[in-house]
T-cell receptor
Framework: ETGVTQTPRHLVMGMTNKKSLKCEQH?????MYWYKQSAKKPLELMFV???????ENNSVPSRFSPECPNSSHLFLHLHTLQPEDSALYLC?????????????FGPGTRLTVT | SQQGEEDPQALSIQEGENATMNCSYK?????LQWYRQNSGRGLVHLIL?????REKHSGRLRVTLDTSKKSSSLLITASRAADTASYFC????????????????FGQGTILTVHP
C-alpha cells in the first residue's frame, strides 16, 4: 500500500465546507483514478486521468472537482457536499502494459459529510 | 444491472477448507481481474486472466474464465484466517486494438470469513 498514499485518511466536513483529498503514487505509473465506495454498493469509478489528461468523467456531480497537476499527484476538490456523499474515496494508479491495466490502490479517505 | 456480479454475497468457512467465488458479466471483455479488500482499506490486486486464457494459478489461488458463459471463478485453497476479506472481480471491456485506460467495472463483492 505504500506505493499509493492518500491524505487525509479520515475527514469530517460540513455541507458548506470546501476540502481537498490528495493522492500520490510513487510507482511511476501514467494513469490515476478516483473511486467512490459506499456501503452495499459496488465500487464506482469517478474519474480517470492518463498522462495528466482526463479521459473519463463518469457523470460525477460538479461538487466533485478533480485535478491532476502531474502524473504522480491527483486531487479531489470537494465543495457543498451532501450527506449521501459520505463514503470511502479510493485513489488508484496503473501503468499500461500490453493493453493491461493492473491497478494499485491507496488506503482510502473515509469521508463523513454532516 | 452491473457488469460484474459475484456470488455468493457472503461465504463462511473453516480454516483449511477451500473457498470458491463466482463472477458473472454481461459484455465481451479484454481481461478480468480479482481484487481483495480488507475491512475499510484499499484493494489489492490478486490475479488477472485474459480473455484468451481459461485458467491461471498463483500460489493458493486458481482463477478460471469461461467466455462462452461470461463467468469466472476464484478458488482459494487451504484457506487461512488471514484470507478473511472482501473479494471483487473487475472487468476491463477494452476491445482488441483499443484501450480502456484501465476503466474497470467492479462487482459488489463476496465477503469471505475464514474461522480459525
Amino acid at each position: 500500500e505504500t506505493g499509493v498514499t492518500q491524505t487525509p485518511r479520515h475527514l469530517v466536513m460540513g455541507m458548506t465546507n470546501k476540502k481537498s483529498l490528495k493522492c500520490e503514487q510513487h510507482l511511476g505509473h501514467n494513469a490515476m483514478y478516483w473511486y467512490k465506495q459506499s456501503a452495499k454498493k459496488p465500487l464506482e469509478l469517478m474519474f480517470v486521468y492518463n498522462f495528466k489528461e482526463q479521459t473519463e468523467n463518469n457523470s460525477v456531480p460538479s461538487r466533485f472537482s478533480p485535478e491532476c497537476p502531474n502524473s504522480s499527484h491527483l486531487f479531489l476538490h470537494l465543495h457543498t457536499l451532501q450527506p449521501e456523499d459520505s463514503a470511502l474515496y479510493l485513489c488508484a494508479s496503473s501503468q499500461e502494459e500490453d493493453s493491461i491495466y493492473e491497478q494499485y490502490f491507496g488506503p482510502g479517505t473515509r469521508l463523513t459529510v454532516t | 444491472s452491473q457488469q460484474g456480479e459475484e456470488d455468493p454475497q457472503a461465504l463462511s468457512i473453516q480454516e483449511g477448507e477451500n473457498a470458491t467465488m463466482n463472477c458473472s458479466y454481461k459484455t465481451s471483455i479484454n481481461n478480468l481481474q480479482w481484487y481483495r479488500q480488507n475491512s475499510g482499506r484499499g484493494l489489492v490486486h490478486l490475479i488477472l486472466i485474459r480473455s484468451n486464457e481459461r485458467e491461471k494459478h498463483s500460489g493458493r489461488l486458481r482463477v478460471t474464465l469461461d467466455t462462452s458463459k461470461k463467468s469466472s471463478s476464484l478458488l482459494i485453497t487451504a484457506s487461512r484466517a488471514a484470507d478473511t476479506a472482501s473479494y471483487f472481480c473487475a472487468t476491463d471491456l477494452a476491445n482488441a486494438g483499443g484501450t480502456s485506460y484501465g476503466k474497470l467495472t467492479f462487482g459488489q463483492g463476496t465477503i469471505l470469513t475464514v474461522h480459525p
